[in-house]
């Protein structure tokens, strides 16, 4: 049963246009979400995460928006570099989980960003 | 300041042997999790520990085992190794228990032959 599901295995934009990379997920339980960035060679790196108490984030160049009646939260990258171009995953936790250290992951979305 | 470190980076075994995967996490850092990630896949949570004791075990067979020692260092170990056991294993580390911000190392790759 895959909880957090991104949809798109991958996307490609050119250099300075937006990025806008995709989550859903099942559990409404889930109160904290996180998006991390991979290269190949290295562990996911920490990028930006929400609050369920909260619908918009934002660092930088990046944003992230929940839509929790829709189960959905997205991450709005602009504008987009070259040095952009990785495996972005998103990544759920649930009340009381914080005590587990469980992240639940979707599957990854492998941005593309074209100079 | 170093960030969480894993060895070995690269690992081939055959099946049905046992394997030890080690993580030194960030100084300060009491948290440590586990993560196996297939090829494809996002990170899958294996286990985490917190001051020496299992916090959080995820869905794997009995195979799979882990510990922390007093300087919050951690191995994971795997038994009679099989070919779906060929992943990327990642460590990742944390301050305490209530933090989200977990600090992920390199991974080791398994392979199993």
């Known amino acids: 049963d895959q909880q957090v599901k991104q949809n798109s295995p991958s996307l490609s934009v050119q250099e300075g246009r937006i990025s806008i990379l995709n989550c859903d997920y099942t559990?409404?339980?889930?109160?904290?979400f996180l998006w991390y960035k991979k290269y190949p060679a290295e562990g996911p790196t920490f990028l930006i995460s929400?609050?369920?108490?909260?619908d918009k984030n934002e660092d930088g160049r990046f944003t992230v928006f929940l839509n929790k009646s829709a189960k959905h939260l997205s991450l709005h990258i602009v504008p987009s570099q070259p040095g952009d171009s990785a495996v972005y995953f998103c990544?759920?936790?649930?009340?009381?989980?914080?005590?587990?250290?469980?992240?639940?992951f979707g599957q990854g979305t492998t941005l593309q960003v074209k100079p | 300041d170093a960030g969480v470190t894993q060895s070995p980076t690269h690992l081939i075994k055959t099946r049905g042997q046992h394997v030890t995967l080690r993580c030194s996490p960030i100084s300060g850092h009491k948290s440590v999790s586990w993560y196996q990630q297939v090829l494809g896949q996002g990170p899958q949570f294996i286990f985490q520990y917190y001051e020496k004791e299992e916090r959080g075990r995820g869905n794997f067979p009995d195979r799979f085992s882990a510990r922390q020692f007093p300087n919050y260092s951690s191995e994971l170990n795997v038994n009679a190794l099989l070919l779906g056991d060929s992943a990327l294993y990642l460590c990742?580390?944390?301050?305490?228990?209530?933090?989200?911000?977990?600090?992920f190392g390199s991974g080791t790759r398994l392979t199993v032959v």
């Open positions: 559990n409404s339980m889930f109160d904290y």
């Open positions: 990544a759920a936790s649930r009340d009381g989980s914080s005590n587990t250290g469980k992240l639940i």
């Open positions: 929400i609050s369920s108490i909260k």
């Open positions: 990742a580390s944390r301050p305490g228990q209530g933090a989200h911000g977990y600090t």
